[in-house]
Nanobody
Framework: QVHLAESGGGLVQAGDSLRLACAGS????????MGWFRQAPGKDREFVAA????????YSSDSVKGRFTIPRDNAKNTVYLQMNSLKPEDTAVYSC????????????????WGQGTQVTVSS
């Protein structure tokens, strides 16, 4: 079992950058593929990005491709979401998730979740 804790959210202006961090504890972090999801008020949870256990493969949604990246540092038990060129439509609660069996765009397939962190982008 792994416990996840996100940090780094906040209020920024459009065009700014922000880096979220998701720290894992209580388990072997490198045994999990990691994903980031977001949920805006009144909307369904949306896949943002995912990375394999070793970090050799990443993928992201079309809405963030070219702006967001998802590096991980297994030595620090941490995965990041680097967000550049933020837009007001990126406003949401961002959550990280861990999955034993590889990365996925489907949130229902993830085993563990963090509590989420709010990102607000003003225009």
């Amino acid at each position: 079992q792994v416990h996840l804790a996100e940090s780094g959210g906040g209020l920024v202006q459009a065009g700014d950058s922000l880096r979220l961090a998701c720290a894992g504890s209580g388990g072997t972090f490198s045994s999990y593929a990691m994903g980031w999801f977001r949920q805006a008020p009144g909307k369904d949870r949306e896949f943002v990005a995912a990375i394999t256990k070793s970090g050799d493969i990443t993928y992201s949604s079309d809405s963030v491709k070219g702006r967001f990246t998802i590096p991980r540092d297994n030595a620090k038990n941490t995965v990041y979401l680097q967000m550049n060129s933020l837009k007001p439509e990126d406003t949401a609660v961002y959550s990280c998730a861990a999955r034993r069996n590889g990365g996925s765009t489907r949130y229902s397939l993830y085993d563990y979740w963090g509590q989420g962190t709010q990102v607000t982008v003003s225009s």
